[in-house]
């Protein structure tokens, strides 16, 4: 064999090797990791709303900022709020002194008082009424009797019977006012049980007053940045209307799209490996969190039909939402929402079936 034999052999020799050794490789990866660059940096993006309508007084925060929870970002005129919790505070001591709530008797537990006394007056009369019906009863028996023994004139019978009509009737007057005071204490304790209800209506309206002059101030709810400010000072804003936006700075997670192809081999609480495009060096440790029910077709405006027509086949991707571990601080403010990233999940080709 000549020596130009012997180098192209030793040549195709050691291609073929490599070929081989990156092929195991490639199949040795293959088979142990997933990974798709069809994924994003997503996080909770906050839209921020006037909670109220008015004149707005004070900005001062500006886009691209970062805020921490309790911050102010803006302030809306208080003095309308202001007037008006002072209107409704008064108007429930009005009802509260009104109703006797308020230390002192008020006219209400007078009326009540007075109709419960106005009550056992009548009361005490009817039993004294009825008494003395029940004593002419029987004194009127007893001169019916005598008139017809003719040991009583008829004139003591008639004065006998005249007394028992005159307390019967007395007896009637004083059941009926026995009876309108009873309604009348109902009456006024039925006041007094409204006036309880306008009460707890005026103080549900002091509460809200409260909390509106609370909401002139809208402070941040989070550690966050601000984005998209929609606001100046001296600006009417409506309750309802977007202002501004926030974007959570601890709170981010990668939204990766696999093959359906693949995420049969994706499990909850699988090891991820994450890239970023804007930070190539640097790899952030992740697990899977979820994975999503359906393959993004489905939630498409309009979702591909194929029972009509020709066929033709697409791989389908299926959204995995994986939770990034330990993110230093300093990425935390530069790392965004939106952002391409590069996910590789570990996930040995013998997991078995997903679900």
Not at 106 to 133: F, H, K, T, Y
Not at 169 to 187: D, G, P, Y
Not at 207 to 218: A, G, N, P, V
């Amino acid at each position: 064999m000549t020596k130009g034999k012997l180098i192209k052999l030793t040549l195709c020799a050691v291609v073929v090797g490599g070929l081989l050794i990156l092929g195991w490789q490639r199949w040795q990866y293959s088979s142990t990791y997933v990974s798709t660059d069809n994924a994003e940096l997503d996080g909770v993006i906050i839209p921020v709303r006037a909670k109220l309508s008015g004149v707005v007084i004070s900005v001062p925060v500006v886009d691209n900022v970062r805020v921490q929870s309790g911050d102010l970002l803006f302030q809306i005129r208080d003095s309308e709020y202001r007037y008006q919790l002072q209107q409704r505070e008064a108007q429930w001591q009005a009802l509260l002194a009104a109703a006797g709530r308020a230390g002192v008797p008020g006219a209400l537990d007078s009326q009540v008082l007075g109709a419960v006394a106005m009550r056992e007056a009548a009361q005490a009369a009817l039993a004294q009424a009825s008494a003395n019906l029940e004593q002419a009863r029987n004194d009127y028996q007893r001169a019916r009797r005598l008139g017809a023994q003719g040991a009583l004139s008829t004139q003591d019978l008639e004065v006998a019977k005249a007394r028992f009509d005159a307390l019967s009737h007395a007896q009637e007057v004083a059941r009926k006012n026995a009876q309108a005071a009873a309604q009348s204490t109902l009456a006024n304790k039925a006041e007094l049980k409204v006036q309880d209800y306008r009460i707890a209506a005026a103080q549900a309206e002091l509460e809200q007053s409260r909390i509106q002059l609370d909401d002139t101030r809208q402070t941040a709810p989070m550690r966050s940045i601000v984005s998209k400010k929609e606001v100046e000072p001296g600006q009417f804003v409506v309750a309802g209307q977007k202002l501004m936006s926030l974007i959570a700075t601890d709170a981010l997670w990668i939204t990766a799209n696999f093959k359906e192809t693949q995420v049969g081999r994706v499990r909850v609480g699988q090891n991820a490996r994450v890239t970023v495009d804007a930070f190539p060096g640097h790899a952030f440790n992740g697990v899977v969190e979820s994975l999503a029910p359906a393959t993004g077709a489905k939630f498409s405006l309009l979702p591909q039909e194929n029972a009509t027509g020709n066929f033709t086949k697409v791989v389908q991707r299926v959204q995995v939402r994986i939770a990034l571990n330990d993110v230093p601080d300093d990425y935390k403010l530069l790392l965004s929402p939106g952002m391409s990233a590069f996910v590789e999940v570990a996930a040995p080709d013998d997991t078995g079936q997903t679900l």
